[in-house]
């Protein structure tokens, strides 16, 4: 296999005229090839308004195209506002339930009792039974 080396020879004046030549060639093929690209016949008055219906197409189809992306991008904008708002409810909510349920707690509920004067029943409630018998 042959290994890499380092030029250190400069290239001779004929090839560097070889090189620059070609150079201009390409440099003259491109500029002729705009030229004859936008000069050319096919691109006249005729033939422009011989496909003034598909460029028309091609138009409408660039506008369809347009707000079609402008109305997607409004639709996310839309999703993430309320999907925002709906992740802000559910945090109000929850700490809603946890105050709700700190509030309802026995505790708390013999505080806001004892400022109104109930007391809190020490003893369990009597179950009072009565025989149907008894009452006719």
Do not use: C
Not at 37 to 56: D, G, M, T, V
Not at 105 to 128: F, N, Y
């Amino acid at each position: 296999m042959v290994k890499n080396k380092i030029k250190t020879k400069e290239l001779s004046e004929e090839i560097q005229q070889e090189m620059s030549e070609s150079v201009e060639e390409k440099v003259e093929e491109t500029q002729s090839f705009l030229k004859g690209f936008f000069s050319r016949p096919s691109l006249s008055a005729y033939s422009i308004s011989k496909n003034l219906p598909f460029i028309a197409f091609l138009a409408v189809l660039g506008l369809v195209y347009i707000s079609n992306r402008h109305l997607a991008e409004r639709t996310i904008r839309s999703i993430d506002k309320y999907t925002r708002e709906v992740k802000e409810m559910s945090w109000d909510y929850k700490s809603l339930n946890a105050e709700l349920m700190k509030l309802t707690t026995q505790s708390e509920v013999a505080k806001r009792a004892d400022s109104l004067g109930l007391e809190e029943r020490r003893q369990p409630a009597i179950k009072l039974v009565i025989d149907k018998k008894e009452i006719k």
